[in-house]
């Protein structure tokens, strides 16, 4: 990778994962709009492949909105059949070059470089130019150390 590599990190984030949620792109609205009353901010957002009318949906949060978090998913569990999976402390590292956008290969030198950490990547999201990962506290000086001798 290039010299316009950015590696950054973001400490204490919540992941939030929804299973089992219906996999229409209203439900997705009508969930991100709840969550939005509750004035939480959402920041990586993933649905998992859909299986007939249902999908995995995870999103991050500031571990700051976890009291205001558990109080929309308490609330989204008695009135619907969706399982909520709720995992605080986690961070996120992303990994940023321009490059990525026409250069085969930058993802693969990247998991390359995670997958001897065996470490337990909890969310993975990404764009054209960036790559974000999260995850777990226990794991993140490892990853974020096999990253940076892998990138930089």
Known sequence: ??????????????????????????????????????????????????????????????DNDLVEVLAFTTKLKKETNVNVIVSSVNHKISVYDPAMKNTPGIAAKVFDAIAGTKADLRLITTSEVEISLLVTEADFDTVLSAIQNAVL
């Open 1 to 62: 990778m290039g010299a316009n590599t950015v590696i950054s990190t973001v400490d204490n984030i919540t992941l939030v994962t929804l299973v089992g949620f219906p996999a229409q792109v209203d439900s997705i609205a009508t969930i991100l709009k709840s969550i939005a009353e509750y004035n939480i901010n959402i920041d990586m957002i993933s649905m998992a492949p859909t299986h007939g009318a249902f999908t995995g949906l995870s999103f991050t949060i500031s």
